[in-house]
């Protein structure tokens, strides 16, 4: 098992900046793939960046491409999602989630974290 804890959402303006955190516990030497999925109101849970536990490589949503950038800290067992230039349209909640292989649905999931931009 592996449990994700999200943090660092929450309110900000229109070109403003955050920083989410997932902090990986348990067997964490399972997961390959860390990714950053978001689902705002009314809407359909969409991806929104993954990065290789082992190599470190990344790739974004369309959407957000130039303005996040995810990383991590093996050490830690921690990714991050720095978000800049935050537009209303990122407003969601995020979740963070595991897998073991590129070829494998995510199976782990965080409870989730609100982030909200005001225009």
């Known amino acids: 098992q592996v449990q994700l804890v999200e943090s660092g959402g929450g309110l900000v303006q229109a070109g403003g900046s955050l920083r989410l955190s997932c902090a990986a516990s348990?067997?964490?030497?399972?997961?390959?793939?860390m990714g950053w999925f978001r689902q705002a109101p009314g809407k359909e849970r969409e991806f929104v960046s993954v990065i290789s536990w082992i190599g470190g490589s990344t790739t974004y949503a369309d959407s957000v491409k130039g303005r996040f950038t995810i990383s991590r800290d093996n050490a830690k067992n921690t990714v991050y999602l720095q978000m800049n230039s935050l537009k209303p349209e990122d407003t969601a909640v995020y979740y963070c989630a595991a897998r073991a292989s590129s070829y494998l649905p995510y199976n782990y999931w965080g409870q989730g974290t609100q982030v909200t931009v005001s225009s």
């Open positions: 348990g067997r964490t030497s399972s997961s390959i793939d």
